[in-house]
């Protein structure tokens, strides 16, 4: 491979893997050479070599492929032991010696905090029924009182408020306890520091550091599943801080039993505490988000008239997260400011067709009524048909729930769909169902697994 294919090769991988894994892991890597299908690359130290070549070994494979060098196998060896090796001065001293002074030392930053965002605190959290019980849990600890629950287990699909309530949870905390060490870092930075520490050989710092936390919060921990060394590292972290009786506070995309590739030790751990997930929002709290939100950009463009109505076409057809939400009501704003003109429905479908393309709901009613059907055992003729029964009333109504809740069909549109029934007969159902979902509990259960199931 020549520099130029190295060259390209390198650009290549810091686009497939990110700027985070290529800064610690393809950046060390040196080329030696490729014969006989084999390529070498030094490496600092195995560790290294042994984690580039489970994690990326394969991407650089194809990579290489790609730039038609014959290439099948890669292999990672620690410099000393490469024959090449012997042309790279072995004593680095002597090259110190020649600056006038030694590289500079790195300093020791007291913590792998990840700066705070501004805008995620308690009073910017909207709260509904979908986030009320992990807004609840969350405030408790922010509190800083004794630690009651260890860890807290926040975990819910993307731009539900996960990272927003490990904020606010900081936020609270210094001030109200700023004797407390609070640190806020994601998964993917705590590999990283831990695999700074190894290559720098501080791995008694980087233990006693996170040790002497008060509060630790990790971020989407999913992301160190399959790591094996990371997660090894977090296991006796976590250890060392729920025997000294430190709170922490653990976030993921899933429940800790549904993350692949991660330990069975630590999934139990991790369920040890209080594992509440945050619900996909609901068309009350995206309304709610969207009013507090608008609020912002209100005072930011005054004099744009905002038509009634818009937010509620917004919530309602938006369903995707509160990311994206916010994502559009920014640029509405923007656009309405640009163009000059009052917001409208109209400019809003216009300003924001392909956000609305694409959180169209893929849900179809058929699927719904489908997949009803089959959870209740009942024949898909039934439950559109006209029997009056019980056994297919109610499925038929949980059905008609899920129709309005999960899909942007009108009320007549759903009716059609149930054997042409009329629109309020649809709406009879879906207040029945709200209704009694409050109190029936095996009910709750059988919409939220259904849910479940058609949003997988
Ligand atoms: P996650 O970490 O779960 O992927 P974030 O916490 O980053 O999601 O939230 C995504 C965006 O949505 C953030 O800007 C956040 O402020 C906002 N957001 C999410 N939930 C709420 C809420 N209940 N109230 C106000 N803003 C919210
Ligand atoms: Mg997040």
Known sequence: MTDEQWGVLQGNLLKAVGKNNYASWIEPLAFDDLRDGVATFNVPTTFLGNYVKQNFGDQILYQMMGLGLNVSRVRFIVAAQSPNAANQPLDKSDGAAALPEAAPQK???????????????FSNFVVGKPNELAHAAAKRVAEGGPVTFNPLFLYGGVGLGKTHLMHAIAWDLQTSRPDLNVVYLSAEQFMYRFVQALRDRKMMDFKELFRSVDVLMVDDVQFIAGKDSTQEEFFHTFNALVDQRKQIIISADRAPGEIKDLEERIKSRLQCGLVVDLHPTDYELRLGILQSKVEVQQAQYPELSLDAGVLEFLAHRISTNVRVLEGALTRLF??????????????????????????????????????????????????????????????????????KQLTSRSLPEIGRCFGGRDHTTIMYGVRKIEDMRAQDGQLAEDIEILRRILEA
Not at 110 to 121: M, N, R
Request: hydrophobic share 40%; glycine share 2%; aromatic share 6%.
């Open 334 to 403: 923007a656009f309405a400011s640009l163009v000059g003109r009052p917001i409208t429905l109209e400019l809003a479908q216009d300003c924001l067709a392909d956000v609305l393309r694409n959180s169209e709901r893929k849900i179809s009613v058929e699927e719904i009524q489908r997949k009803v059907s089959e959870h209740y055992n009942i024949r898909l003729s039934d439950m559109i048909g006209p029997k009056r029964v019980r056994t297919y009333a109610r499925p038929r109504q949980v059905a008609m729930y899920l129709c």
């Open 107 to 121: 300093r020791d930053t007291p913590i792998a905090a990840a700066p705070l965002d501004p805008k995620f605190t």
